[in-house]
């Protein structure tokens, strides 16, 4: 039997690894390996640049966020050129991920299956890069979404706070909208005995990952480390990815503002601290879920994050770490580093629970198995020619 051909839709390239942290280019990996055969339109030829540029002029004049990815000329000229490309190809299955704008005006019969991390209505005002918006680009935004999703054969979304979004906030039908824990953004995971068993040393070593210090939760990782060394604990905090405000700092926080993960030496060294690291502490002020905890279950680390937004369905307490409440400052988050680093038989057991959650649900491989089952319940007509057909329970 022939497989499946599906179109890739989206106006980003789906192979550089850096767009939505890697998730267009390892959910595109997933699908090839285990849906069809993926045709990949992606990316639409647009020069963004008078857009960029009136991003930047929208925000001097107005202090307003205007977003291109949600303009309404873009969308229009997605649907034309992706309607254009899918007439030609004349795939069986369109995927489109984050792509709320190329589904928007896409006039086609085929189904669609539908992947994003949280509907518009839960995410403006509460990512900071989709606050304080103009008007023009919320109420595109919000239209998108509801032409999406209302095109959408199957949805798919990477947590319950989203599934209940899309439901409840756009009236989407609850049998098309499935919660499919996202993976590990890793081009080569580790293997179980590379990272277990893990072993407490004399020091606390917690690992921060993340772009923006105050939106990570950097303030509260800081005051953390602090309240451990004032408990007597001998601690320490790396951070990669961001920097905290001039003038902070101390002897036992490390910072290193950037890493490639695409060269292979500073690869290398991210996978070194990694392996170095006893805790992954994010309080994150906002998260649609957090590829990142996925890796850290990969790496089999327990992560200490803020039960917010899409991060309870992927650091599930007692399994692969624990979520606290989000006015929980740094003492809270030291308490449970503390008892955990106290008690190594049960630090022993979360660590090995953590790999255990990577390798049961948080990575792309039974994403992609996942979506093959849905697929097939979904659209009965296709199931045939999947390379899964076990059925959805």
Not at 147 to 164: K, Y
Not at 201 to 215: D, H, N, Q, S, T
Not at 233 to 238: Q, S, V
Request: glycine share 6%; net charge positive.
């Amino acid at each position: 039997m022939k497989r499946l051909k599906i179109a890739y839709v989206q106006h980003r390239a789906a192979d550089d690894i850096r767009n939505w942290s890697g998730t267009l280019y390892f959910s595109k990996v997933a699908i090839e390996r285990h849906v069809g055969t993926v045709v990949d339109l992606s990316p639409a030829p647009v020069n963004l640049l008078p857009f960029r540029v009136a991003r930047r002029a929208v925000h001097a004049l107005t202090g307003k966020q205007y977003s291109y990815d949600h303009e309404a000329l873009l969308a229009r000229y997605f649907g034309w050129y992706f309607g254009r490309l899918i007439e030609r190809e004349r795939p069986d299955l369109i995927f489109a991920p984050a792509g709320s704008s190329c589904l928007a005006h896409l006039e086609t019969d085929v189904p669609v299956v539908y992947f994003t991390d949280g509907p518009w209505r839960v995410i403006q005002n509460y990512n900071p890069a989709y606050s304080n918006m103009l008007g023009r680009s919320a109420r595109s935004a919000e239209a998108f979404e509801f032409r999406a999703l209302r095109r959408a054969d199957v949805t798919l979304v990477s947590s319950r706070w989203a599934a209940e979004s899309a439901v409840r906030d756009y009236g989407a039908d609850p049998a098309r909208v499935h919660d499919v824990s996202i993976g590990a953004n890793l081009l080569r995971p580790p293997s179980r005995h590379r990272v277990l068993p893990r072993k407490l040393g004399r020091r606390i070593r917690l690992l921060m990952v993340g772009v923006v210090w105050e939106a990570k939760g950097g303030p509260i990782a800081f005051e953390t480390l602090l309240r451990l060394l004032e408990r007597g604990y001998d601690a320490e905090l790396t951070v990669v990815g961001c920097s905290p405000p001039p003038g902070l700092a101390h002897p036992r926080m490390r910072v290193i503002p950037f890493l490639n993960k695409q060269v292979p030496e500073e690869r290398a060294r991210f996978d070194q601290l990694w392996r170095d690291a006893d805790f992954f502490v994010l309080p994150t002020r906002a998260d649609a879920a957090g590829v990142v905890f996925c890796e850290a279950s990969a790496h089999g680390i327990p992560s200490i994050a803020t039960h917010t937004g899409g991060v309870p369905s992927i650091v599930v307490d007692g399994k692969n770490g624990f979520t606290l409440p989000y006015e929980a400052g740094g003492e809270a988050y030291a308490r449970v580093i503390a008892e955990l680093f106290d008690d190594p038989a049960r630090y022993a057991r979360l660590c090995e629970s953590s790999r255990e959650e990577f390798e049961r649900r948080l990575n792309w491989d039974v994403w992609g198995e996942r979506v093959a089952e849905i697929v097939g319940r979904s659209l009965p007509h296709l199931r045939d020619r999947l390379p899964v057909r076990k059925q959805v329970a």
